[in-house]
């Protein structure tokens, strides 16, 4: 018995030393930056994955500022004809993983590919294993197919500092054809750690791509890990966007002060309002694992904010009460607070049809 496990490990090694093993000289490499980025509300900023542009630095905290540098939401979307595909990434950290949190969620990379039914289906993890240099090949299971339309997801808490493409010098990788017009405006989501990807175990899974993928858009990821505060003047970049909806997901990081909401509230909507009169601005509750503890006085505090909006006749405001977003069973968490894959998948199928409308009207 212990003679065949260790062989399975060693034939598992095997797989995995392949798996990761590209040689420069088998394949052509493309830098992903030519290709069609999404998540990305902003054509200039100063690195090519950054999530703000510097137009923003003085208008969002520190914290905020140093974690728009990490990718989260961030994806390249391309055809190609290959096989296999190839990536190779750096990183701008050597924190690969938190202890909540694995590496290949904080700092790997997802590969996704369209089916013959339209839907995306993950094809496979990119581990990483330093800061520089990682290398990950993925074949796909029925081999080549011409126009295959894939999204490759990056790190969701690490900067990604280079990123390469990589397919075999006889095979095609090239720009995608645009999305139909009615897909093409991003749905834009501001908040907190759960909106940055915390748990995630890749990047894929985070609510906000599993969103995506689903509503078959692009979206923006403005989630800022501890800084998902909602103050002033944070809603100034958020209207530059010409978004098809706004998801405000903000509750863990503001405390439980009503007179905050309807400061902080306010003044979001307003902003936004000036810039963008008709675009759905959608605030989410706060979502705890214990079913009594629902509705907490956070999330009454934020209806009460929109409430006093609605009635001076402001209109385009929805709110999603947090009961339904991760489940009763207290399953959907790592720690009490931050998703785990199962909440991330539960959060971004309760949202689902309150975007999938605010977006169709």
Not at 16 to 24: I, R
Request: charge should be neutral.
């Amino acid at each position: 018995m212990v003679a065949t496990c260790r062989t399975a490990l060693a034939l598992l090694s095997v797989f995995v030393l392949h798996f990761g093993h590209v040689s420069a000289e088998e394949i052509r490499w493309r830098d992903a930056a030519s290709l069609e980025i999404e998540g990305r509300g902003w054509g200039k900023t100063a690195g090519p994955f950054d999530r703000l542009p510097d137009s923003a630095k003085s208008k969002v905290s520190k914290t905020a500022w140093d974690l728009s540098k990490e990718t989260s939401g961030v994806c390249v979307r391309f055809v190609t004809d290959a096989p296999a595909v190839s990536v190779r990434w750096s990183l701008t950290s050597d924190s690969l993983a938190m202890p909540h949190m694995a590496a290949t969620g904080v700092s790997g990379v997802d590969l996704y590919a369209r089916s013959i039914d339209g839907s995306w289906r993950f094809i496979g993890n990119g581990r990483p294993h330093k800061r520089d240099g990682n290398l990950a090949k993925f074949e796909f299971p029925n081999g080549g197919k011409p126009e295959r339309e894939c999204l490759l997801y990056l790190p969701l808490y690490n900067g990604t500092k280079s990123l390469e493409i990589g397919v075999a010098a006889d095979a095609h990788l090239e720009m995608p054809k645009p999305r139909p017009e009615s897909l093409r405006k991003p749905v834009v989501v501001y908040g907190t750690s759960i909106v940055q990807g915390g748990c995630a175990s890749r990047p894929g899974m985070s609510w906000t791509a599993i969103l995506g993928r689903m509503l078959d858009r692009p979206v923006i990821n403005l989630g800022f890990s501890s800084a998902g505060t909602m103050s002033p003047p944070v809603a100034e970049p958020l209207a530059e966007l010409d978004a098809a909806a706004y998801v405000i997901d903000c509750i863990w990081n503001m405390g439980d002060d009503p007179n905050e909401y309807l400061d902080h509230v306010s003044k979001l909507v307003r902003t936004i309002r000036k810039a963008r009169p008709d675009t759905p601005i959608i605030f989410v509750g706060q979502s705890m694992i214990r079913p009594d503890a629902h509705p907490t006085k956070s999330t009454l505090g934020q209806e009460a904010a929109v409430l006093s909006l609605q009635k001076e006749g402001i209109k385009g405001l929805i709110v999603v009460p947090g009961a339904n977003l991760i489940g009763d069973d207290g399953e959907g968490t790592v720690d009490g607070v931050h998703p785990n894959d199962l909440g991330m998948d539960r959060q971004a199928r309760a949202l689902f049809p309150i975007v999938k409308k605010a977006v169709s009207r």
